[in-house]
Antibody, heavy 116, light 110 residues
Framework: QVQLQESGPGLVKPSETLSLTCGVS?????????WGWIRQPPGKGLEWIGN???????YYNPSLKSRVTISADTSKNQFSLKLSSVTAADTAIYYC?????????WGQGTVVTVSS | QSALTQPPSASGSPGQSVTISCTGA?????????VSWYQQHPGKAPKLMIY???KRPSGVPDRFSGSKSGNTASLTVSGLQAEDEADYYC??????????FGTGTKVSVL
């Protein structure tokens, strides 16, 4: 059974960089699929952030592209999200997921608050 | 890319059916048969309920069904049960490895 688990700081200061990691078990990320990040601001809907392919190609939401970097560490079977120059609008639950034309497996999510 | 449009709320009595619409554009819903639906209970991660417009993952009850016509996809929940009360989101592939989600619909079981 594929399982994903997000980890990282729960509090980030404005203008700094948000960094999260998604650990994957039950499947090797280098074997296939895309691996992605989605976020959900408090009381609001889901927003796709971006994906990384097992070949390391990356794809980002155009509205966030200038601030987002997704990378993978196949030796640790995990992938990461960096979001720069954060503001209060980036406060959200951040989810990681396995992606192949749909979001089939999700992590439990991690809350990130942007505040000084 | 703009969020897909869903009604904010929908409701039905136990045993009845409820249908949720998801309206996009010719560049996403209208162009690809890669619409998926997610159920999210409070405080929980979303769960895939329908993929590729009509397909159900293993373990999802056949009370859940999907369809699409033009730029609008729909999710129907038949034989409503108390545990179906949740938020539902649609999503569509939008080409060039981009994805877009719907605005979300809160389903209430009366």
């Amino acid at each position: 059974q594929v399982q994903l688990q997000e980890s990282g700081p729960g509090l980030v200061k404005p203008s700094e960089t948000l960094s999260l990691t998604c650990g994957v078990s039950g499947y090797s990320i280098s074997s296939g699929y895309y691996w992605g990040w989605i976020r959900q601001p408090p009381g609001k809907g889901l927003e796709w952030i971006g994906n990384i392919h097992h070949s390391a190609s990356t794809y980002y939401n155009p509205s966030l592209k200038s601030r987002v970097t997704i990378s993978a560490d196949t030796s640790k079977n995990q992938f990461s999200l960096k979001l720069s120059s954060v503001t209060a609008a980036d406060t959200a639950i951040y989810y990681c997921a396995r992606v192949l034309l749909n979001f089939g497996y999700w992590g439990q999510g991690t809350v990130v608050t942007v505040s000084s | 890319q703009s969020a897909l449009t869903q009604p904010p709320s929908a409701s039905g009595s136990p045993g009845q059916s409820v249908t949720i619409s998801c309206t996009g554009a010719s560049s996403d819903v209208g162009d690809y048969n890669y619409v998926s639906w997610y159920q999210q209970h409070p405080g929980k991660a979303p769960k895939l309920m329908i993929y590729e417009v009509t397909k159900r993952p293993s373990g999802v009850p056949d009370r859940f069904s999907g369809s699409k016509s033009g730029n609008t996809a729909s999710l129907t929940v038949s034989g409503l049960q108390a545990e179906d009360e949740a938020d539902y989101y649609c999503s569509s592939y939008a080409g060039s490895n981009n994805y877009v989600f719907g605005t979300g619909t809160k389903v209430s079981v009366l």
